[in-house]
């Protein structure tokens, strides 16, 4: 049994548009790298983090919080200790917190040689993600661990479905550099909503879902819609309408944000289209005077991955 291991946690675009806290999809270009190897002293340590400034103390940062929640689950006479080197900036709305929490459990389980499964390892990762948002929620998480589009159906028991992905699928990415918490982008959305919008929301989900089933990009197409929390949070996003009008111009499938912002997806079929909405999203932000990042990436049907 081997005593470190190298990975690669991809980033990962949630709610997709009209899954708020369900659905996600992983990313195959964007991630950060993460070292973990077993130590003599028990317990866990974050050893070295590069990219961004963030704790070494493992109570306070979200790799450390859900590895604690694995080992509290399980009695060793032996420890282990982290490298992260950050790829993936804190808040770009892309799943940067979850990468941390997802990789240090996945990590962690495969040198003990896989005591745990997929949903267990989402468990112990959504104590790590709950440090970041302020509540434990796997939508970044599940695609992370378990690979392509997943529906989180419950948290408590974790039950996780995989979805397939159509082929020609790509997603594209901008980040403008500006900052939104998670939990500013919660306390902008209504408490309650009208029936007439839920029903179209589930509507939108259940069409989604069947179109990834069926390789329907035009039914695809029209389920990528959010009634319910784009209208409140696409203010806090600059040129966010700009960006979705020119990516649908463009070629996109849809447009919407990924997680809670600042960065927006769309959904294209085919990579010459995906990157022609590229060009579209940079044309809108070139004008800005905001700094910004734009990524290209198939849709990752494997998730974390051993390097």
């Not at 940062?61 to 399980?74: E, F, M, R, S, T």
């Not at 970044?140 to 974790?158: C, D, E, H, M, Q």
């Not at 879902?209 to 784009?230: F, R």
């Not at 049907?301 to 390097?307: D, H, Q, V």
Request: proline fraction near 5%; charged fraction near 20%; hydrophobic fraction near 40%.
């Amino acid at each position: 049994m081997r005593n470190e291991i190298k990975i690669f946690s991809p980033a990962t675009v949630a709610n997709v548009s009209c899954g708020f806290d369900v659905l996600g999809f992983c990313l195959d270009t964007i991630g950060d790298e993460i070292v973990v190897r077993k130590s003599k002293e028990k317990g866990f340590r974050i050893t070295r983090i590069e990219g961004f400034e963030l704790p070494l103390n493992p109570l306070e940062n979200v790799a450390g919080v859900a590895a604690l929640a694995l080992l509290n689950d399980i009695n060793l006479d032996f420890g282990f200790e982290m490298e992260i080197y950050k790829k993936i900036k804190p808040g770009s709305g892309i799943g940067s917190s979850s990468a941390s929490a997802s990789g240090s459990v996945f990590a962690i389980n495969e040198l003990l040689g896989r005591p745990y499964t997929r949903h267990q390892l989402t468990h112990f990762a959504m104590k790590g993600e709950a440090l970041a948002s302020g509540i434990e929620h796997a939508d970044n998480i599940a695609p992370a661990l378990f690979g392509g589009f997943t529906l989180v159906k419950s948290n408590a028991p974790i039950q996780v479905l995989e979805l397939p992905s159509p082929k020609a699928l790509y997603a594209t990415l901008i980040h403008p550099e500006i900052e939104i918490k998670t939990s500013d982008s919660r306390a902008v959305l209504p408490k309650q909503i009208p029936l007439q919008l839920a029903i179209t929301q589930w509507a939108n989900v259940g069409s989604l879902v069947h179109a990834l089933h069926t390789n329907d990009y035009q039914l695809l197409s029209s389920a990528l819609q959010d009634v319910v929390i784009e209208p409140y949070r696409k203010g806090l996003i600059p040129h966010f309408d700009s960006i979705k009008k020119q990516s649908v111009l463009a070629g996109a499938l849809g447009c919407g944000i990924s997680g809670s912002g600042p960065s927006i997806f769309a959904l294209s079929e085919g990579l010459a289209t995906a990157k022609s909405v590229e060009k579209s999203m940079r044309d809108v932000y070139s004008k800005s005077g905001i700094p910004f990042n734009t990524y290209v990436s198939k849709i990752n049907s494997k998730g974390i991955k051993i390097l």
